[in-house]
């Protein structure tokens, strides 16, 4: 149960913003929202993670909505590079190692 | 740092062989997990170790065993093979702890005939 609800997938044109929504109505408190994509044939690759507060780093940035229940994976200018699918996961660590459970993710596809 | 390696990239396998997928990563992480990937799915944890000495079981174990016996290997061994471990297998190593991400491994297809 990955817990977490995505569109099976999104279009974009080369060089536009693209906005992945993620659903995650019953997050709790402690639970910390990742992001990883996979390019076609290669394993998985991190993109970005937060907890409450938006967060920017180089590939990307995390729009986390002020209840928590959803967020947004910001891609500012999409690349043909950036077609992947784009999995949206719920980490809670408990005070241990947090395993990730991912759904099928969000097919990204971009257009030159 | 080569990072997180795998070998073999493919293998094929009949029914009942038994085969090691290699696992090995150069970083230091304590932590290191195994996943299968089916056709137009996402990954699903198979096992996972927080350190030298410990492993545990995730969604899917069963089939598959692993030890852990140093930091940098993680071993994924199939007993007996069947049709329905056909799969892509991707291995994962992070440092332990909140925050960190985890480093995947270009992954071994395997098909069972």
């Known amino acids: 149960d990955a817990k977490t609800t995505q569109p099976n997938s999104m279009e974009s044109n080369e060089e536009e913003p693209v906005h992945l929504p993620c659903n995650h109505s019953?997050?709790?408190?402690?639970?910390?929202i990742h992001w990883y994509r996979q390019l076609p044939s290669q394993g998985p690759e991190y993109v970005i993670h937060?907890?409450?507060s938006n967060v920017n780093n180089r590939m990307a940035s995390l729009a986390i909505a002020e209840d928590r229940k959803s967020s947004t994976l910001i891609l500012h200018r999409a690349t043909l590079r950036d077609a992947a699918v784009y999995y949206c996961i719920r980490l809670n660590y408990g005070g241990s190692q947090g395993n990730l459970i991912f759904g099928k993710g969000t097919k990204l596809s971009v257009k030159p | 740092n080569a990072g997180v390696t795998q070998t073999p990239k493919f293998q094929v396998l009949k029914t009942g062989q038994s085969m090691t997928l290699q696992c090995a990563q150069d970083?230091?992480?304590?932590?290191m997990s195994w996943y299968r990937q089916d056709p137009g799915m996402g990954l699903r944890l198979i096992h996972y170790?927080?350190?030298?000495?410990?492993?545990d079981q995730g969604e899917v174990p069963n089939g598959y065993n692993v030890s852990r016996s140093t930091t940098e290997d993680f071993p994924l061994r199939l007993l007996s093979a069947a049709p329905s471990q056909t799969s892509v297998y991707f291995c994962?190593?992070?440092?332990?702890?909140?925050?960190?991400?985890?480093?995947f491994g270009p992954g071994t297809r395997l098909t069972v005939t």
């Open positions: 970083m230091n992480h304590e932590y």
């Open positions: 994962a190593s992070s440092y332990l702890g909140q925050g960190y991400e985890q480093y």
């Open positions: 170790s927080v350190g030298a000495g410990i492993t």
């Open positions: 937060g907890l409450t």
């Open positions: 019953t997050i709790s408190g402690t639970d910390y």
